[in-house]
């Protein structure tokens, strides 16, 4: 007996095929001209049917502080990547901000409905300082494929108090030479003893990510305080300011490379322990308002590997009618353009908390 006329059977592989979501799994990932994808610390945008992949294109056998800017790549279907080249280049200027020399990290785009216009954020450090500046830049294009502009850059919310902050805490006088990880220490950084250190400059930004709400509202998600506090700020209407608003989480827990998603009313997200370019063990976390409360869960990684998110660092999460994939960089400080790819699904639990795992390929 016949069950299914070939016309059956192709609409079920194209429901198959739209089914599928891309998994990545460290191989070399080629873009349309055969070459390995050179976006790393990255995130991907979707806008009128286009997929854009934005990321630090990274030189082959350069210095390490030489890089060319922020590169893209467009997709119809996530699957084939073909090369847009640079959308916001350094420049030869001498003391300009994005001087070649300069480091651009975790570059995100999002797009700005109400102003027309693709905003890009990224960690940037000035030429010549490491990583010193510790400063969020912002740029901004009229066409997704750019050139993106330099609006400002520098430190975040210069002279506000994170949201909450009592009123004596303001007056605190704080012990900069205290010894690290004692427990007076940790105390003082629970209570916001870099924050206040960073209060007349601004707040440190370093990795970073940016965030759209369902209401429109735009946050920058970024590691602060030396790293040992993530903090996230509310942008304006633009998505090229801060509003001022903005919480600190963790303090003292060292978290970077924050990615984040919304799935029924709840907020995740996943970040790294701060080891530099070697993995380490995701965090999870959740709160059902972005500004918080938020609250930790275990490593949302799953099977072998998993103690060092498979070899990766997460850099985004993105959102598809088909689900959330988590985008990771495997990270090869050595030859950074040979940093490989990790996309994994997000499954979630019958509790509906996420888990991820390396699928067998
Ligand atoms: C990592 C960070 C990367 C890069 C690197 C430099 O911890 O996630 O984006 O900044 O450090 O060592």
Redesign the pocket.
Do not use: F, K, L, V
């Given at each position: 007996m016949k069950l299914f006329t070939t016309g059956t059977l192709l609409i079920m592989s194209l429901v198959g095929m739209a089914a599928e979501m891309p998994v990545v799994t460290g191989e070399p990932f080629p873009d349309t001209d055969g070459v390995h994808v050179n976006a790393h610390?990255g995130g991907i945008m979707k806008h009128d049917g286009v997929y854009y992949w934005y990321g630090?294109h990274r030189d082959n056998g350069q210095p390490s502080s030489y890089q060319r800017g922020v590169a893209c790549y467009t997709s119809p279907d996530l699957k084939t990547w073909t090369n847009r080249g640079i959308v916001m280049e350094v420049s030869e200027t001498p003391g300009d901000p994005i001087e070649k020399g300069c480091?651009i990290?975790?570059p995100k785009v999002v797009y700005n409905p109400a102003t027309g216009k693709f905003v890009l954020w990224f960690?940037h450090e000035m030429k010549g300082v490491g990583?010193g500046s510790a400063y969020a830049g912002v740029a901004v294009a009229d066409n997704p494929l750019g050139p993106f502009r330099l609006l400002h850059t520098g430190r975040v919310n210069p002279g506000v108090y994170p949201l909450g902050t009592a009123e004596d805490a303001k007056n605190l006088k704080w012990d900069e030479k205290m010894e690290w990880w004692t427990p007076q220490w940790r105390k003082a950084i629970e209570e916001g003893m870099f924050n206040l250190r960073d209060l007349d400059g601004g707040q440190m930004s370093?990795?970073m990510t940016v965030y759209v709400d369902d209401d429109g509202k735009a946050y920058h998600i970024y590691?602060s305080e030396s790293?040992l506090t993530i903090q996230i700020a509310e942008l304006d209407p633009t998505y090229t300011r801060h509003t001022g608003r903005y919480v600190r989480l963790f303090p003292g827990g060292h978290n970077?490379?924050p990615a984040i998603f919304k799935k029924d009313g709840v907020y995740w997200m996943i970040t790294?322990g701060?080891?530099?370019?070697d993995p380490n063990a995701a965090r999870l976390m959740r709160a059902t308002s972005i500004m918080g409360p938020w609250e930790q869960l275990p490593n949302p990684c799953r099977g072998e590997g998993a103690e060092i998110t498979f070899g990766g660092?997460s850099?985004y999460i993105f959102k598809d009618d088909r689900g959330f994939t988590f985008m990771a960089?495997i990270?090869n400080?050595k030859q950074k353009s040979d940093s490989r790819h990790l996309w994994l699904p997000v499954k979630f639990g019958d509790d509906g908390v996420p888990y991820i795992e390396k699928p067998e390929k």
């Open positions: 610390g630090e480091i990290e975790r960690h990583y370093r990795d590691s790293n970077e490379a790294s701060c080891t530099g370019w660092q850099t960089d990270w400080p």
